[in-house]
């Protein structure tokens, strides 16, 4: 095992907050008491863990991991707020540009990935009765039962005649819109280094000395092998992260499905922005109430961790699947696409909720808040559709 520069936290100091952030609730540091307990008897039993494992026992372990887990998530009052809790009018563009798909379409159904607190779908749902396009039901694939909980109670209040399902597993025999916000950054990824020399590391993360450290082992084969694949990847003294079992995921969303779409929103990049020098320390970032910073051993289950995504690897893994990539562009290009924002009148807004909604677009589209740097990419599945605000700007050359 040889070490690189690494992060190292002692055990007993795994509950305290990184610098300027707030203290845990008495609730929550008992949780995290549990989740550090749990930890601890892991690394009892064996040296170390590969990074992804130690992911995805913060992320989602049943008992203690932070998915798994009560807390508050999103929103204001959580630990990071996405675009549609930012804004309603998120969700009413991409109903906008749904819906004439759906009234073409009247089988067709949506399941949507992760759906948070449902706050997506309930504007979706809202906006696609007003425009007479109600998909034949509505499935929300959730693995946490708070959250479930929380779907159900705003959902099932709006009784707008569509049916609602919660799902377990992927749907089957699916025709319809496979939607995915901000769900692909929650995948589980490999993180690697390539030391002073060019050997090809693996990130662990092990205990020594009653201290969580990071370590690093010579990389197995298959993550050699597919950061081999990686074309012009900087070689030296170079952090980076990849999603392993993307492809296998996205088979087993898509592999249910008869015909339709896959529509995934997220931020991220092009490989080439990915894995380019100047981002020489990786993607990996967490989120604490509200602070986003890069101590991924502190707080265990109590914070998310999560990686920008490599588009051109989920359009490399959707062409294996026999999967069409349809299009590619940025939020604001597709929000503007949609067509929904200009046909705003502000001015018959009272001042403050004109400044407001003047606040939200700014953020969900503007290149140096959300615009630029969350992507949308459309995928087909036995269909020829474009959707139509896809089109504004196809950025596919990129990938």
Not at 290 to 295: D, F, K, P
Not at 317 to 327: I, K, Q, S, T, Y
Not at 367 to 395: H, T, V, W, Y
């Amino acid at each position: 095992m040889k070490t690189y520069p690494s992060k190292s936290i002692p055990v007993d100091s795994l509950l305290t907050p990184p610098a300027g952030m707030p203290e845990l609730a008495l609730e929550v540091r008992k949780h995290g008491e549990r989740v550090v307990e749990k930890l601890l008897s892991i690394f009892e039993a064996k040296y170390w863990l590969s990074f992804a494992d130690y992911m995805q026992f913060c992320l989602y372990d049943p008992e203690v991991g932070y998915y798994s887990g009560g807390m508050q998530k999103f929103g204001p009052d959580g630990d990071f707020i996405t675009a549609p809790e930012i804004s309603p009018l998120f969700g009413q563009c991409v109903a906008e540009a749904l819906a004439p798909l759906l009234k073409k379409h009247p089988d067709w159904s949506i399941c949507e990935l992760g759906p948070g607190r449902g706050v997506l779908a309930e504007s979706i749902l809202l906006h696609l009765d007003m425009l007479n396009a109600l998909p034949k039901s509505y499935q929300l694939l959730e693995v946490s039962a708070n959250l479930r909980h929380q779907q159900s109670e705003r959902l099932h209040k709006l009784d707008l005649g569509c049916e609602i399902q919660h799902l377990d597993k992927p749907p089957e025999q699916f025709r319809g819109i496979i939607l995915g916000n901000e769900v692909l950054d929650a995948l589980v990824v490999e993180r690697f280094y390539f030391d002073s020399v060019g050997y090809d590391l693996q990130c662990c993360i092990g205990m020594e000395k009653n201290k969580l450290v990071e370590l690093t082992k010579f990389a197995p084969e298959p993550l050699r092998h597919t950061i081999g694949e990686i074309p012009n990847i900087p070689k030296y003294n170079y952090t980076s992260e990849i999603c392993l079992q993307l492809p296998a995921w996205l088979k087993s969303i898509s592999s249910g499905m008869l015909e339709g779409i896959l529509l995934f929103a997220d931020y991220g990049f092009s490989q080439s922005e990915y894995y380019s020098p100047e981002r020489s320390d990786g993607t990996l970032r967490c989120h604490y109430r509200q602070h986003a910073h890069n101590n991924y051993l502190a707080l265990p289950g109590l914070q998310d961790l999560t990686a920008w995504v490599n588009f051109t690897q989920l359009g490399e893994a959707a062409l294996a699947l026999d999967l069409d990539v349809v299009a590619y562009t940025t939020q604001a290009h597709f929000l503007l696409g949609s067509g929904h924002l200009q046909t705003l009148d502000l001015n018959k807004l009272d001042e403050k909720c004109r400044y407001q909604t003047s606040r939200e677009i700014q953020t969900l589209t503007l290149p140096a808040n959300m615009g630029e740097s969350f992507r949308f990419m459309q995928l087909n599945k036995n269909c020829d559709i474009i959707i139509p605000a896809m089109q504004l700007r196809d950025l596919r050359h990129q990938l």
